[in-house]
């Protein structure tokens, strides 16, 4: 996972913004996107999405040529096709075949996160919740994600309700990561996770609910070899 520093983007991108729909002057993210390939010694091109906060996954290699498409996750059994999704507060989830033969990636902000794309998904990759380990990645955390009866209510879950707490103001206290960590532990996957806060880390991070509009940084995942 990308974080904010080592590009070109100034002002409330400053500085390795990465993503095409926000305001940043277009030149800038291109050679922001162009540095992630060479640094990151990329195989190829992200196959960069259109985010919807929806449960779409599509088979990233069929979907390499033209516009991005729509859709919230990617994954791919073939060797040197780049997965990627952004994220600003959202929780990026990689999602890797423990047998290297098959790698996905997961835009999971909490609409995504109660309209099932974890359950979608797993559903597009090959085999069983128990032949994977996920990552997740760098979101927004519990002490700064304060929402209200709406979000709660849209995680009906019993198991749901030790990701919420609730805050001095009546709103809610939620944690992306352990809703995720519900849904991917009880569909067998492995679970490790990074533990990082985008609100609280200025200094590596972008932050649309710290920051209003900011860049985006990028998760990745690929296969190396077959």
């Known amino acids: 996972m990308t974080t904010r520093s080592g590009g070109v983007s100034g002002g409330a991108f400053a500085t390795l913004n990465l993503g095409a729909t926000t305001v940043d002057d277009p030149a800038s993210v291109a050679a922001n996107r162009a540095h992630l390939r060479r640094a990151a010694a990329l195989p190829g091109d992200p196959v960069w999405l259109r985010q919807v906060h929806g449960t779409c996954v599509l088979r990233a290699d069929a979907a390499r040529d033209g516009a991005p ?108 990561g352990a809703l995720a960590g519900i849904r991917l532990r009880r569909n067998g996957v492995a679970v490790f996770d990074s533990g990082l806060c985008t609100a609280s880390d200025g200094d590596r991070f972008f932050s649309h609910r710290r920051d209003g509009p900011c860049g985006r940084m990028a998760a990745l995942i690929w296969r190396m070899s077959g």
């Open 69 to 176: 498409p729509e859709a919230d996750g990617s994954w791919t059994d073939r060797v040197g096709v780049v997965c990627v999704v952004m994220a600003a507060d959202c929780l990026p989830i990689l999602l890797a075949r423990r047998d290297g033969g098959a790698v996905a990636a997961l835009h999971a902000g909490w609409r995504g996160l109660a309209a099932g794309v974890i359950d979608a998904g797993l559903a597009a990759l090959p085999g069983g919740g128990d032949a994977y380990q996920a990552w997740l990645g760098a979101r927004i955390g519990p002490e700064h994600f304060l929402v209200h009866d709406d979000v709660r209510a849209a995680f009906a879950d019993d198991a749901d309700a030790a990701a919420f707490r609730l805050a001095a103001d009546g709103r809610w206290h939620g944690d992306l």
